[in-house]
């Protein structure tokens, strides 16, 4: 797990170096500077976010452990999988893929594609929209619109969490600072006992800054940078969708229609003309289309 792996070189890389020029572990363990942080970051992430957004973030904690869920194998069993329900569209009529958009769990179409399936995010997108192509009565510029806006609204609401984490992440600094001023403070105030105890005080003091800093760059903002990439992954899932069934809306042949939505890819996925027409070839030989 990559996110785990950063974390480690990150610990490693601070502390191994605090040890490396002869600093001692236990005089960065400051429980009270601790309390003061992360209360304060908790506290002030607890008041700028609503319930569902406190909930969609710990629920997007369990989703963080899937390095790479949209890959380039499954994009191609996306279109393999639009290809065959065009293709069949095309052949048979829209009708003709109505009881499998309806019932994709019993579609033996859709049962050659388990990943897509457990997928409802997919599932939903692809199915909705090929509902409303079957039913023919919407323009495709209201469809493509229509899609367009229900994208925007996924995204917006799938960016919630790393929003809020990134905002958690751009306050620890200060709380830091914060933690750091009440120490200076506290050892202003014990200026009597000498000072070397004074020296020790303000030391400890610094620590908060130490914290607050690595604490924001080191495990909270890189956690709301890994959920954005994770949303535009899904987005470009369903933009792939959306490229697809318009050029398929516009008139265009199933195979022709598959390539508009290959274009529509991340270049680190994107797979190759030939991947995909070969990929499309094996679709069509197991559909058995001419």
């Known amino acids: 797990m ?4 950063g974390y480690i ?5 601070v502390f191994g170096g605090y040890l490396m020029i002869g600093g001692h572990l236990g005089a960065l363990y400051q429980p009270a500077e601790i309390l003061m942080i992360a209360g304060a970051a908790i506290g002030a992430f607890i008041a700028a976010n609503n319930g569902k957004a406190i909930k969609a973030t710990f629920r997007t904690f369990s989703k963080l452990k ?3 869920k949209y890959n380039k194998n499954m994009y191609m069993e996306l279109m393999a999988l639009q290809y065959k329900l065009l293709s069949k569209a095309r052949r048979d009529g829209m009708m003709a893929i109505e009881r499998d958009i309806d019932d994709p769990g019993n579609s033996a179409l ?3 594609y388990p990943r897509l399936l457990s997928d409802p995010m997919i599932m939903a997108f692809l199915t909705d929209y090929l509902r409303l192509m079957v039913s023919g009565n919407m323009d495709p510029f209201e469809i493509d619109a229509l899609m367009e806006h229900e994208i925007e609204t996924f995204q917006h ?7 809020a984490l990134h905002a958690v992440g751009d306050g620890l600094p200060a709380f830091g600072i914060v933690a750091a001023v009440m120490g200076v403070v506290h050892a202003l105030g014990s200026a009597d006992q ?3 105890e004074m020296g020790i005080l303000i030391a400890n003091a610094l620590i908060g800054t130490f914290l607050g800093i690595l604490l924001a760059y080191g495990f909270v903002n890189p956690v709301a940078a890994r959920i954005h990439h994770q949303v535009a992954e899904a987005v470009k899932m369903l933009q792939c969708i959306r490229v697809t069934l318009m050029a398929s809306l516009n008139g265009y042949a199933p195979q022709l229609a598959v390539e508009f939505g290959r274009k529509a890819l991340f270049t680190a996925e994107r797979p190759t003309f030939e991947e995909l027409e070969e990929h499309v070839r094996a679709s069509k030989n197991t559909n058995g289309t001419p």
Not at 2 to 5: A, E, I, N, S
Not at 157 to 163: I, L
């Open 2 to 5: 990559l996110l785990v792996l």
């Open 9 to 13: 070189i990150v610990t490693v890389s």
């Open 66 to 68: 899937q390095t790479k």
């Open 110 to 112: 859709f049962a050659e």
């Open 157 to 163: 609401e799938a960016e919630v969490p790393a929003h």
């Open 194 to 196: 000498g000072a070397d």
